[in-house]
């Protein structure tokens, strides 16, 4: 009688099943800074990455791990996320050199070997928290004075909006894509750091502004203020200070069409201006 217990049994492979894959190790270097106004330092970190992992998972790791590869305990790397799918724009940074969303930055595409190195730094054209880390109010501030909004009269409802064709609906949902991430900002060689409040109104508003101005301007509503936000980009900051390096539209992670959106706002400001001369409004 066979004992089943002791037999021994070779396990059944299915025909064409892909070897598991391994982990590997990667090597981040980054960028550290503990507060406003205080000097920077590098520091690097060694973390095993699955496959299918971004940076944000590997930045995870680091902070329940924060020990340097000189084995050297530090703290924790501080950046912003929010919504971990290209949605929020909180993760901007700038990797290998290239500004993007580190959320949709994968490990496997941008470092697929073993001892491969990853640089992760903060943006340059805003002030730095910490770290990773970047204060971009400078942005909200630009589309606040813009009036970057629809007016509505009350909260109560007013009934079916004006209709609108598809093809300037598709167009215009192209540009409510943009989640004010700053990749243009940072892009920008017309965008220039300013850390203080004082020299916003004069300094360039950028292509994310200029491009949320013709949003709002094409929507039926929206353009009850398109004099307004016409008066603000005619003037200093505005779009005149656009050098059309057309960096903006190259790094833009949802591809809105930045140089044509800034384009439109060209010709608009200039009617905007010849209207105003010859009406004197």
């Not at 290209?86 to 073993?114: F, H, K, T, W």
């Not at 900002?185 to 101005?213: I, M, N, R």
């Not at 009850?224 to 005619?234: A, G, I, P, Q, W």
Request: proline share 7%; charged share 25%; glycine share 8%.
């Amino acid at each position: 009688m066979t004992n089943l217990s002791e037999e021994k049994t070779t396990p059944m492979i299915a025909p064409n099943t892909p070897e598991p894959a391994k982990s590997r190790t990667v090597r981040f270097r980054i960028k550290r800074t503990d507060g406003p106004g205080k000097n920077s330092r590098w520091e690097s970190f060694d973390v095993p990455v699955e496959p299918g992992a971004n940076v944000i998972s590997c930045l995870q790791y680091i902070a329940a791990n924060p020990v340097t590869i000189e084995g050297k305990k530090t703290t924790p790397v501080v950046w912003d996320s929010g919504c971990l799918e290209e949605v929020c724009g909180a993760c901007s940074m700038v990797i290998n050199g290239r500004v993007r969303q580190s959320c949709s930055c994968l490990i496997d595409q941008y470092a697929p070997n073993d001892g491969d190195v990853i640089t992760l730094e903060p943006m340059t054209k805003f002030p730095v928290i910490r770290d990773l880390w970047v204060d971009r109010e400078r942005l909200f501030y630009h589309l606040r004075k813009i009036q970057a909004w629809v007016p509505i009269d009350g909260t109560y409802s007013r009934g079916p909006g004006p209709r609108e064709d598809p093809e300037h609906q598709q167009m215009r949902y192209k540009l409510s894509t943009c989640m004010s991430c700053g990749c243009c900002l940072e892009a920008c060689p017309q965008y220039t750091l300013e850390e203080h409040e004082e020299k916003w109104d004069e300094a360039f508003v950028g292509a994310a502004v200029l491009s949320q101005a013709r949003y709002f301007n094409e929507h039926e509503t929206g353009k009850r203020l398109k004099s307004l936000r016409l008066d603000v980009l005619s003037g200093p900051g505005g779009v005149n200070d656009c050098g059309n390096a057309q960096n903006c539209v190259k790094v833009c992670p949802k591809e809105i069409p930045l140089t044509e959106s800034i384009a439109a706002i060209g010709r608009s400001t200039t009617l905007h201006s010849i209207t105003k001369f010859f009406t004197g409004k």
